[in-house]
């Protein structure tokens, strides 16, 4: 039951955490200043025209809040360990005033005053489980003559100073008391009591709000969303209260447990022996002077509990456990206790033993110690028995002076005085606290920029924050950033204020001068990072000044000192951020020793040589010979006989093909484009062939697009894709794949989605948002990398062979690097196409693009995207 009490307490305590709204007083309106005329108070013009502003001006007034107002803001405070004194007011230069003041005379118990001679804002309080006032001291000028917002919010050990919806200062401080446990305390607005510390000048809010965040009534702008110092602290506490609960049950069910097993193990007898007598369950005895009792079996013993004795010397008599007390004695209308010794006369102790007075004379000779001293040298003291001897040290004989106080010497005798810091009778001697008090013998002596603790028999002026010990009295302001102990960035300017300093990022960086980080204009694109102002370190695989850039592995140009990127006889396919390898025309991968082998089209039936022709497999193709004199190395081609050196062309003109020597073989058809590139070289054979029609080549017509399905105003060009309803969709107009021409490059290109200050030519890719991007002619299109290698929509079908790629540079060394998709830091991983887009995307031309007889189908063209897909 304890534990499920404790779980409902933390579920109300968090409960109270998220849900509680600050309770607020207005302590103006409560003083009723509206209805009554005061002296030393006027209406004035305000900070808010709405609401009623009120001079407060000479040396007398009283503005106390009395009665059930008083009761209410000390049941505020009470209830929460976070509240704020808020206030707008407008303060008479030089001028040192309170604003509100719970206080007992001059003594404060909670105070907010503005002091225009020192600059500062003061918050005196009395710690919780303290009796003397602190002030926690926040340098900042009120009393400028203009109005101001001040709010003071005290949240458990936190105080936060905001003027003018600014936070200024936060410190820790020992949380104040809460209790309003001093008696006869006041609340005075305006002045700390009636005469003292009156502030000067007008008031037009002044309140006291409990609760969390209690500066949102004063500045609603302001950030709530983390939890304030008191919340933490309350949430703290009870999840320790939890714990403790938690570990309190634990220990109990162990205890259980171990009772259990013992009960398991005997007869259930319940009853003690002891001394041979039987003690039913439950039943208690006294044994000599204990008091035993039989629980569950076991016996307990514990001394009997006797009455508190009201006499100085108590007896215990022979066979009792408790002392008692013996009469009194009378004499001479003197009471004495039992065993109270006392001399009536020189030479005479009486002694007081049960009710009857005792007295015997004292003789001298045998009673008195003997002298140190000559018998002339001895005196007589009236009243004592004994003689005396001039300069004896009586404190050395034994005393009874406190442990804070010095034993001195008399003539007959010694006297107990309190030492220094201390007050009292010299037998019992309690600690000054010299704090209360400025000056004088029991005052402290603390001046600028100090704070004086008390200090067991003296006091210490303890330096304030930000400055550093001068003297035993006073303090000097510290220079943090010329000694190098502050806190800010490496990255960041230190600037030295009065008791602190300041942190503030440098040009080129962002935060809050403690934790500085370099700003990239834009960002960092792929998983780069700025490394300096404007400076991106990049991940592999990307470059540019932002990123932006995809770096091609597969360019040995570029990179000519870097190790080949593929193994032999495969081609290195360039991808964004990227690569992966094909195996060449005439080639397949090997998956058990993960290299590229020939493949053998003359058995497999791959090859395109004539019936009476001799087909001789060679690296990475094949070749046809003659053994006969009727043999003839014509092609052939989908069931028909083509001449050796004719050419034809396929698929709608966009494939020209050729025979040669019975080796038959197809490629992209050429575009007017291609004899703009200078980058190509075309035989004179080639440049004679017919060009390919429009719809096979790139074009930059606007007639050539098609419209998105519901935003008909947004339209994609030949070949774009983009999503709809979970879908890719792609524009086919008349064609289904071209290249791009370098013609176009020049006066067509793109800009980046973001970062416009970037461009990128047609045919360019670039990552974006997750995505591939490539410039088409001007245009941008993005699209989702495809889904890894294995999964069941993607794998090639069996016999597809490996289909052709694009690139260049197979190596004579490298690995194996195969298709994948990208991964990309806070990437989802890409849906997986459907198996009709595996069927589109899986075909090939078989080895080296040859045809295997009349049982082989055309070719199919390869796709747009045909260098990103798996071969």
Same mark, same amino acid.
């Given at each position: ?47 808010? +025209? ?20 008083? $009761? ?25 005033? =309170?604003?509100? @003041? ?14 225009? %001679? ?64 001093? +008696? ?85 007898? !319940? ?36 009455? %508190? ?96 106080? =010095? ?9 107990? !005085? ?16 010299? *704090? ?73 960086? @962002? ?33 540019? &000044? ?55 089209? *003359? ?21 046809? /010979?003659?053994?006969?004199? @009727? ?39 050429? *575009? ?14 080639? @440049? ?56 176009? $490059? ?23 948002? *997750? ?20 999964? &069941? ?42 198996? /009709? ?35």
């Amino acid at each position: 039951m304890a534990g499920a009490r404790a779980l409902v307490a933390a579920c109300c305590c968090w409960w109270w955490l998220t849900n509680a709204a600050a309770t607020e007083l207005d302590l103006l309106a409560a003083l009723s200043l509206h209805n009554t005329s005061r002296a030393g108070v006027s209406v004035a013009p305000g900070m808010q +025209p709405q609401r009623t502003a009120y001079s407060l001006q000479g040396e007398t007034r009283s503005l106390q809040v009395e009665g059930a107002a008083f $009761e209410r803001a000390a049941e505020l405070l009470r209830r929460s360990p976070e509240f704020t004194l808020l206030a707008a007011l407008r303060q008479e230069p030089a001028n040192s005033g =309170t604003v509100l @003041s719970f206080s007992h005379g001059y003594n404060r118990y909670l105070e907010l005053q503005s002091s225009g %001679r020192r600059d500062e804002v003061r918050l005196h309080y009395v710690a919780a489980g303290g009796a003397a006032a602190r002030v926690e001291t926040f340098p900042f000028r009120l009393a400028d003559g203009a109005w101001h917002r001040v709010a003071l919010a005290v949240s458990g050990a936190q105080a936060t100073l905001y003027v003018d919806c600014h936070p200024l200062y936060r410190r820790l401080v020992p949380p104040p008391d809460r209790n309003f446990s001093q +008696p006869q305390l006041a609340l005075w607005v305006g002045q700390r009591n009636s005469k003292h510390s009156l502030f000067k000048g007008t008031l037009q809010e002044v309140k006291l709000v409990s609760g969390p965040h209690g500066y949102l009534v004063q500045c609603p702008g302001l950030d709530s969303e983390c939890p304030t110092c008191g919340q933490f602290a309350l949430l703290q506490a009870t999840v320790q209260e939890l714990t403790s609960h938690i570990h309190d049950l634990s220990l109990k069910l162990v205890g259980t447990e171990a009772r259990l097993a013992r009960l398991e193990q005997c007869d259930c007898q !319940k009853s003690c022996y002891s001394n041979g007598t039987v003690h039913a369950d439950g039943a208690s005895w006294q044994k000599d002077c204990n008091r035993c009792s039989c629980v569950h079996g076991e016996i307990t013993c514990r001394p009997v509990e006797c009455d %508190r004795a009201e006499c100085k010397n108590p007896v215990l008599h022979p066979g009792e456990c408790c002392p008692t007390c013996l009469r009194q004695c009378l004499l001479r209308g003197t009471l004495y206790e039992h065993g109270e010794r006392f001399a009536p006369k020189e030479c005479a102790e009486c002694v007081c033993h049960d009710g009857n007075m005792q007295c015997t004379r004292v003789d001298p000779d045998t009673a008195c110690p003997p002298l140190p001293c000559d018998q002339p040298d001895q005196f007589t003291v009236p009243g004592e028995c004994c003689k005396f001897c001039p300069g004896v040290d009586y404190c050395s004989m034994g005393h009874s002076c406190d442990e804070n106080a =010095t034993c001195m010497n008399l003539n007959t005798k010694y006297t107990c !005085k309190c030492n220094q810091g201390f007050q009292g009778d010299g037998i019992t001697c309690e600690d000054v606290d010299e *704090c209360q008090a400025a000056g004088g013998l029991y005052g402290h002596h603390c001046h600028s920029n100090t704070r004086c603790v008390n200090v067991v028999g003296s006091y210490v002026c303890q330096c304030l924050p930000g400055y550093t010990r001068r003297d035993k009295f006073n303090c000097v302001e510290v220079d943090e950033c010329a000694s190098a102990v502050h806190g800010c960035h490496t990255h960041a300017q230190c600037s030295n204020t009065p008791g602190s300093y300041s942190c503030r990022c440098r040009d080129g960086y @962002s935060g809050d001068g403690y934790t500085c980080t370099p700003i990239c204009t834009g960002g960092c694109l792929n998983g780069g990072v700025c490394a300096s102002p404007e400076r991106c370190a990049c991940a592999r695989g990307f470059g540019g &000044a932002r990123c932006e850039r995809d770096v091609d592995e597969c360019d040995a140009l570029a990179h000519p000192a870097a190790r080949a990127p593929c193994v032999p006889r495969a081609l290195c396919v360039n991808t964004p951020g990227s690569y992966y390898c094909v195996c060449r025309d005439g080639y397949r991968r090997d998956p058990h020793r993960d290299h590229c082998e020939d493949v053998d089209e *003359c058995t497999e039936g791959f090859h395109t040589c004539h019936p009476s022709a001799r087909c001789i497999n060679v690296d990475g193709g094949f070749r046809c /010979q003659c053994d006969t004199p @009727s043999c003839e190395l014509s092609c052939s081609w989908q069931g028909q006989i083509l001449s050796d050196g004719e050419r034809w062309m396929e698929s709608g003109g966009c494939r020209a093909c050729s025979c040669n020597a019975g080796v038959a073989s197809c490629v992209r058809a050429l *575009c007017a484009c291609d004899r703009d590139n200078t980058s190509l070289t075309l035989s004179s054979t080639e @440049s004679s062939l017919t060009l390919a029609p429009a719809p096979c080549c790139p074009h930059c017509e606007a007639r050539f697009h098609c419209r998105h399905q519901e935003m008909h105003h947004v339209t994609f060009r030949s070949g774009e894709r983009w999503l709809y309803q979970c879908q890719i969709c792609e524009c086919l107009v008349r064609c289904t794949s071209y290249t791009i021409c370098p013609h176009c $490059e020049a006066r067509f290109h793109c800009r980046h989605q973001e970062m416009h200050h970037v461009t990128f030519r047609s045919g360019e890719r670039w990552l974006y948002q *997750c995505q591939i991007c490539e410039c088409l002619l001007g245009e941008v299109d993005c699209w989702e990398p495809e889904c890894e290698e294995g999964t &069941a929509c993607c794998t090639a079908p069996a016999g597809a062979g490996a289909g052709a790629g694009a690139g260049a540079g197979a190596g004579v060394e490298g690995e194996w690097r195969a298709p994948h998709r990208l991964e990309l830091a806070g990437c989802a991983p890409p849906h997986c196409p459907t198996c /009709q887009s595996a069927a589109r995307r899986g075909g090939g031309a078989g080895a080296g693009g040859a045809v295997a007889g009349p049982r082989a189908a055309p070719a199919p063209q390869a796709p747009r995207r045909a260098a990103l897909e798996p071969p």
